[in-house]
């Protein structure tokens, strides 16, 4: 390297957004720790925090989404796109950053879109099977398109590099032998054991889904890790129902110690966000998705479709949830077979060194300009 590098990262709104972007920035500033990042992030929203506790420095812009339950508060929106475009534009001279990495969220459509009229290189890393409309419109201009499924609709197939989602550290280095880390867990090492995951807020639909099975849970002697988050946790540390199941049920409100709970699940249960996902394919336990059906053009669906047709995984459609749960849960459950199999079949999607191949072509597309 010649010279000092410099790099723009965009991504926000939600962590699956943000955490693929640091990562991207982690493993860059590994190789070239001089290295000078600026991410482009949405005023007011997560990544205005989360950025800079991992230490890049962040600028905002001001940039929203359209607001389909009120319609009006979207009269302001094109003013809002010129204006985030101007900053972008401005930003982005200032900087004179050698390639830009987009991972999704407002703020990357104005900040990719102005780094590519300004001949920056751009590339896209897109977590979910289904690309969302950002992303699409940017992958015309990109040099690649990483993905976490071979084939995302809405991107050309000649720049798709199917690489997979940048995960934590820590889950790919921290996985442990079963037995061990239920001891650990203060669980019965010769149990069959269930993860329940339902995101840091929970999933009420999951929550809901476990107090309607109680009893089977009991009778098959099952123990049970429940994730419950936030929403709920109060209520069922108060129900009296689970108390009287003693250490077959560990209620939880977060789990900070993901990769021990992995590692100690026989089966896991979660929803089917784009890096979960990631993390589960990782984890190799056999798992059953319920998306939830309110994400972005129903993209969490379309996540856990592509586990379900390679046989990585079963699911159970938010709606289907009191007839079909149960049922599904104790298919994978009563045959080792079956559970063998779904681990088999996750390794096509598990991708553990994800950032690392990311960054590695990167390299390989810039090299000749740098």
């Given at each position: 390297?010649?010279?000092?590098?410099?790099?723009?990262?965009?991504?926000?709104?939600?962590?699956?957004?943000?955490?693929?972007?640091?990562?991207?920035a982690d493993e860059i500033r590994k190789r070239f720790p001089d290295t000078e990042f600026l991410f482009i992030g949405a005023n007011g929203k997560m990544e205005m925090e989360k950025v800079p506790q991992a230490g890049y420095k962040i600028e905002g812009i001001d940039i929203a989404g359209i607001d389909r339950g009120n319609m009006l508060s979207n009269l302001g929106l094109p003013f809002k796109i010129l204006k985030s475009l101007s900053k972008s534009k401005r930003i982005i001279k200032n900087f004179a950053p050698d390639f830009a990495v987009g991972t999704g969220g407002f703020a990357s459509g104005p900040a990719l879109y102005e780094a590519s009229k300004l001949g920056i290189p751009i590339f896209i890393q897109e977590q979910n099977a289904h690309a969302g409309v950002t992303n699409k419109i940017l992958s015309k201009k990109a040099k690649a398109v990483f993905t976490a499924y071979p084939k995302v609709e809405g991107f050309p197939s000649e720049k798709i590099k199917f690489l997979g989602n940048p995960i934590r550290e820590n889950i790919v280095s921290g996985m442990q032998e079963t037995a061990q880390a239920k001891e650990k867990m203060g669980l019965d090492k010769d149990k069959l054991t269930i993860l329940s995951v339902g995101g840091s807020l929970g999933s009420r639909t999951l929550n809901n889904g476990w107090k309607d099975n109680l009893e089977k849970l009991k009778e098959k002697g099952y123990q049970l890790i429940w994730q419950t988050g936030k929403l709920d946790y109060k209520e069922l540390s108060n129900e009296s129902r689970i108390s009287d199941l003693g250490s077959q049920i560990q209620l939880k409100e977060f789990i900070k110690d993901m990769e021990l709970a992995y590692s100690a699940a026989d089966i896991i249960v979660s929803r089917a966000g784009a890096i979960a996902i990631s993390e589960l394919a990782v984890a190799r336990k056999p798992v059953l998705l319920v998306p939830f059906p309110f994400a972005a053009e129903d993209h969490q669906t379309k996540n856990a479709m592509n586990l379900v047709e390679k046989n990585a995984a079963r699911m159970v459609k938010d709606s289907e949830m009191q007839e079909k749960f149960w049922n599904t849960l104790e298919e994978i459950c009563s045959s080792e077979s079956v559970r063998n199999e779904m681990s088999q079949n996750l390794e096509y999607f598990a991708k553990p060194n994800a950032a690392k191949e990311i960054v590695d072509e990167i390299f390989k597309t810039v090299k000749s300009t740098m």
């Open positions: 390297m010649n010279k000092k590098l410099k790099v723009i990262l965009s991504g926000g709104g939600t962590g699956g957004h943000i955490f693929p972007a640091i990562a991207i």
